[in-house]
């Protein structure tokens, strides 16, 4: 069965970077682009890009460009969200959803706080 | 950017109610209209795509409708499980934003 593992939640200070990987397994890696959506507390989602899982090639939201890079290893069946300079309004669950939506990990939390 | 609204923001209904909860994008995106479904704690739920094509799975309470900028969803007959955030999004162009979520809640 498709399933797409997140890694745990994280605790970073203002200005750090984090890293949020996101292992697929059950399908065919390479054959899904895979999308990254965040959740602040509270509030609606908020797509932040995709990447295609064969190629490399990536999308961003004009938003997060320059702060975000996703990659992947399909070696593993990982992909990874890597977001810069973070602030305190980056404090989200972040997730990762397979293209076309129906198959989601289970979400990161990430909380940044000095 | 497409920008998308979703309406009422929030609403209260019964346990077997119809209930129509509208998505209207700035510009016109075909059928490329995803409706997601979420509860506290849990990742989103995909019910329909392309605007009306019911998710294998998905009771046939729901449906949707609408092309172009103007989109429904309706789920006639509420259950209790039903009490969630609904969420519209449009996959017509990147970014591939979400509208802002209509709460359903119990009466």
């Known amino acids: 069965q498709v399933q797409l593992v997140q890694s745990g939640a994280e605790v970073k200070k203002p200005g750090a970077s984090v890293k949020v990987s996101c292992k697929a397994s059950?399908?065919?890696?390479?054959?899904?682009?895979m999308h990254w959506v965040r959740q602040a507390p509270g509030q609606g989602l908020e797509w932040m890009g995709i990447?295609?899982?064969?190629?490399?090639?990536?999308t961003y939201a004009q938003k997060f460009q320059g702060r975000v890079t996703m990659t992947r290893d399909t070696s593993t069946s990982t992909v990874y969200m890597e977001l810069s300079s973070l602030r305190s309004e980056d404090t989200a669950v972040y997730y990762c959803a397979r293209a076309q939506g129906v198959y989601w990990g289970q979400g990161t939390l990430v909380t940044v706080s000095s | 950017d497409i920008q998308m609204t979703q309406s009422p923001s929030s609403l209260s209904a019964s346990v077997g109610d119809r209930v129509t909860i509208t998505c209207r994008a700035s510009q016109s995106i075909s059928s490329y209209l995803n409706w997601f479904q979420q509860k506290p704690g849990k990742a989103p739920k995909l019910l329909i795509s392309a605007a009306s094509s019911l998710q294998s799975g998905v009771p046939s309470r729901f449906s949707g409708s609408g092309s172009g900028t103007d989109f429904s969803l309706t789920i006639s007959n509420l259950q209790a499980e039903d009490f969630a955030t609904y969420y519209c999004?449009?996959?017509?162009?990147?970014?591939?934003?979400f509208g802002p979520g209509t709460k359903v809640d119990i009466k």
């Open positions: 059950g399908y065919t890696f390479s054959n899904y682009y």
């Open positions: 990447i295609n899982t064969s190629g490399g090639t990536t």
């Open positions: 999004q449009q996959t017509y162009n990147t970014p591939f934003t």
